[in-house]
Antibody, heavy 119, light 108 residues
Framework: EVQLVESGGGLVQPGGSLRLSCAASGFTFSSYSMNWVRQAPGKGLEWVSYISSSSSTIYYADSVKGRFTISRDNAKNSLYLQMNSLRAEDTAVYYC????????????WGQGTLVTVSS | DIQMTQSPSSLSASVGDRVTITCRASQGISNSLAWYQQKPGKAPKLLLYAASRLESGVPSRFSGSGSGTDYTLTISSLQPEDFATYYCQQYYSTPQLTFGGGTKVEIK
């Protein structure tokens, strides 16, 4: 069974940093591209970042470019999101999501971890 | 970026009703469209992809259609477990994947 479990969320002050993790199991993690998608409270879904299976290709949404860094450790079956210079508008539930092979759609999602940026 | 516009943003319906949700892309996306269902406090769940292909395990009362810029999700006979928020997503223009604003289906 495919499982994605996020951790690392919490309350952080504006300008602060946080590192999210996503532990994957039930599939060959190193074969799949992964993404982070976020959802602000009561709002819709927003794609945040993409990383290819080998980490050779990385993309970011304009809203987080220069502040967030995506990475992965295939030996540990883990995905990460380092978030720096956090702003109030970064407050959201952050989901890690697997990309189906051959397409840009998300076939499995984690349960999400809440990041709250507030003083 | 390709903008995705869903309508309506919310609707009220009864069990057994036929429900249709529309998603319009700001440019043609060649059927590179997925639909997700999200229940409160839960992660989104993939329902359909390639505009009309049903994900494994998804009930056949869900169907999708469309082409070019206009797509629809139809629930043929609404069931109690279908009350949720539905999102469309284009994957034609990668990596800037974009979602519609969502349609909340509520009980009448």
């Amino acid at each position: 069974e495919v499982q994605l479990v996020e951790s690392g969320g919490g309350l952080v002050q504006p300008g602060g940093s946080l590192r999210l993790s996503c532990a994957a199991s039930g599939f060959t993690f190193s074969s799949y591209s992964m993404n982070w998608v976020r959802q602000a409270p009561g709002k819709g879904l927003e794609w945040v970042s993409y990383i290819s299976s080998s980490s050779s290709t990385i993309y970011y949404a304009d809203s987080v470019k220069g502040r967030f860094t995506i990475s992965r450790d295939n030996a540990k079956n883990s995905l990460y999101l380092q978030m720096n210079s956090l702003r109030a508008e970064d407050t959201a539930v952050y989901y890690c999501a697997r990309v189906r092979v051959g397409g840009g759609l998300f076939d499995y999602w984690g349960q999400g971890t809440l990041v709250t940026v507030s003083s | 970026d390709i903008q995705m516009t869903q309508s309506p943003s919310s609707l009220s319906a009864s069990v057994g009703d036929r429900v249709t949700i529309t998603c319009r892309a700001s440019q043609g996306i060649s059927n590179s469209l997925a639909w997700y269902q999200q229940k409160p406090g839960k992660a989104p769940k993939l329902l359909l992809y390639a505009a009309s292909r049903l994900e494994s395990g998804v009930p056949s009362r869900f169907s999708g259609s469309g082409s070019g810029t206009d797509y629809t999700l139809t629930i043929s006979s609404l069931q109690p477990e279908d009350f949720a928020t539905y999102y469309c997503q284009q994957y034609y223009s990668t990596p800037q994947l974009t979602f519609g604003g969502g349609t909340k289906v509520e009980i009448k």
